[in-house]
Nanobody
């Protein structure tokens, strides 16, 4: 069973924009937090942004602040990541994830219990 389905990745030139979408179902749809993490070639998985589903508070890693915006359609169990002013350093596989953050801080990938299959974002210079 796939609990989270992402879409919206692709290839753009530096300075361009992309919008990622992720729809949760099953247990993932009841999670307290949903977010985006990414993994670039040869690098560790890192958190990008997450949103508290109740209240809608948002958090961003410093590298994307001011350029990326996370949002949700709570009734549709869907989150989005609007990515503007993309840079080659943003090239990575982006994963949607859901969790409750009860055992690990939400910046830690281990905090997430449901994952999507990933969508590739490639930014060329």
């Amino acid at each position: 069973q796939v609990d989270m389905v992402e879409s919206g990745g692709g290839s753009v030139q530096a300075g361009g924009s992309l919008r990622l979408s992720c729809r949760a179902s099953g247990n993932a749809a009841t999670s307290a937090v949903m977010g985006w993490l990414r993994q670039a070639p040869g690098k560790e998985l890192e958190w990008v942004s997450f949103i508290a589903r109740r209240g809608g508070r948002t958090y961003y890693t410093d590298a994307v602040k001011g350029r990326f915006t996370i949002s949700q359609e709570r009734a549709a169990n869907t989150i989005y990541l609007q990515m503007n002013s993309l840079e080659p350093e943003d090239t990575a596989m982006y994963y949607c994830a859901a969790g409750d953050g009860t055992s690990y801080p939400l910046q830690d990938p281990r905090a997430y219990t449901s994952w999507g299959q990933g969508t590739q974002v490639t930014v060329s210079s």
